[in-house]
């Protein structure tokens, strides 16, 4: 049986992260995401619900589009599979609970914002903006002794505390930035990812800022050393906050507490 709900578990991320798709490519676009329903961007002509299918689809297709043969991204099934293994690890780690509806959408903001800023290299407000109000608004049944918020540790002071903490961290950065690289590292966009993210995940957002950097820094060398970035050009780092949210709401206090005991600190 528990094999039977991991499994809907994944198949329901399929679904989202075909949603989460039509967000990323729509949103920036300014275009509604209910309507006209998906084209080919190459011949426009409408995708047949047999061919919609989350995966499959684009496995059965191999990738082309039925009508003219352009190739399909294979960022939409990439977008789908792991929208849909982020769904099983959520139910790995909260099961069938609030907790997990709530990380379901914290996830998908993060995922949609993600490919958003890779994209064009900004978070807009139009997502991130109802995304912060909906997490303030899941803080507040902790008043009333129902927690939701955060997702890991503490209560509703803690994602108090997260907001200001995460947002102002990427504030000082971005203020402090321009004084020794003579650019900007952070847009305003980042700060209000960071908020969000400490809304969610309280104190430990810290502990996602580290992961985000630590993996911004290493990517980042990787790039440098491929060739395929200039020292100049301007990293989006909305999807490497993103990793680290993901990161900590999957096993933060866990990770804290190895972190202690490995450092000899308890
Ligand atoms: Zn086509």
Redesign the pocket.
């Known amino acids: 049986m528990t094999a039977f709900f991991y499994l809907v578990a994944f198949l329901f991320g399929l679904a989202i992260g075909s949603f989460l798709n039509v967000c990323i490519y729509r949103i920036p676009a300014g275009l509604s995401l209910v309507h006209p329903p998906s084209r080919?961007p190459?011949?426009e002509?409408p995708v047949r619900p047999v061919d919609n299918v989350p995966l499959l689809s684009f496995l059965l297709l191999k990738g082309k589009?039925r009508?003219?043969?352009?190739p399909i991204s294979w960022r939409y099934p990439a977008v789908e599979a792991l929208t849909g293994v982020v769904f099983v690890l959520l139910y790995a780690r909260f099961g069938m609970s609030i907790n997990a509806l709530a990380g379901i959408f914290f996830a998908s903001v993060v995922i949609v914002v993600s490919f958003i800023d890779l994209d064009t290299e900004r978070i807009p407000n139009k997502v991130i903006l109802p995304a912060i109000a909906a997490g303030a608004a899941l803080i507040v049944p902790d008043f009333v002794g129902y927690k939701i918020l955060p997702l890991v540790g503490g209560g509703a002071l803690h994602s108090i505390a997260g907001f200001f903490v995460g947002g102002g961290s990427l504030l000082i950065i971005a203020l402090a930035a321009p004084l020794f690289f003579k650019k900007d590292a952070m847009g305003g966009g980042d700060i209000k990812l960071a908020a969000f993210i400490g809304l969610f995940l309280g104190v430990y957002s810290l502990l996602a800022l580290f992961f985000s950097f630590l993996i911004g820094a290493i990517a980042g060398v990787f790039l440098l050393a491929r060739g395929s970035r200039g020292r100049s050009d301007t990293i989006p780092f909305g999807p490497y906050l993103a990793i680290g949210a993901i990161i900590v709401t999957l096993g933060g206090p866990e990770l804290w507490r190895f972190y202690l005991a490995a450092s000899g600190l308890a």
């Open positions: 080919c190459a011949c002509t589009c009508s003219c043969g352009a």
